[in-house]
């Protein structure tokens, strides 16, 4: 079984910075790509940020250049720091880890696990 555990969320106004934690614990072999998605009130959730197991990252175009993620491979943990908060960025934000298990009855396979979530709040 794997565990998702994030922390950081919380209130913060228009301009301010956050940095969301993400930490993996478990029986896994490894940890491939990290990510952050979030999902604002009725609407659907969506891809903020990954980085794979070798450092290369992807962000939405709307946190280009105001969000960074990162990762400590011997923590089996994911950052997000998130700075130039706009309003807009209000969301429940959410980790996810694709996960390398390894048993003698099916080998090596991915398998892909979420984080409960932590709010997010972005108002004056």
């Known amino acids: 079984q794997v565990q998702l555990v994030e922390s950081g969320g919380g209130l913060v106004q228009p301009g301010g910075s956050l940095r969301l934690s993400c930490a993996a614990s478990?029986?896994?072999?490894?940890?491939?790509?990290m990510a952050w998605y979030r999902q604002a009130p009725g609407k659907q959730r969506e891809l903020v940020a990954a980085?794979?197991?070798?450092?290369?990252?992807n962000y939405a175009d709307s946190v280009k250049g105001r969000f960074t993620i990162s990762r400590d491979n011997a923590k089996n943990t994911v950052y997000l720091q998130m700075s130039s908060l706009k309003l807009e960025d209000t969301a429940v934000y959410y980790c996810?880890?694709?996960?390398?298990?390894?048993?003698?009855?099916?080998?090596?396979?991915?398998?892909?696990?979420w984080g409960q979530g932590t709010q997010v709040t972005v108002s004056s």
């Open positions: 478990g029986s896994f072999s490894s940890i491939n790509t």
């Open positions: 996810r880890c694709f996960v390398i298990i390894t048993t003698a009855a099916w080998g090596s396979k991915e398998y892909s696990y």
């Open positions: 980085i794979t197991s070798g450092g290369n990252t």
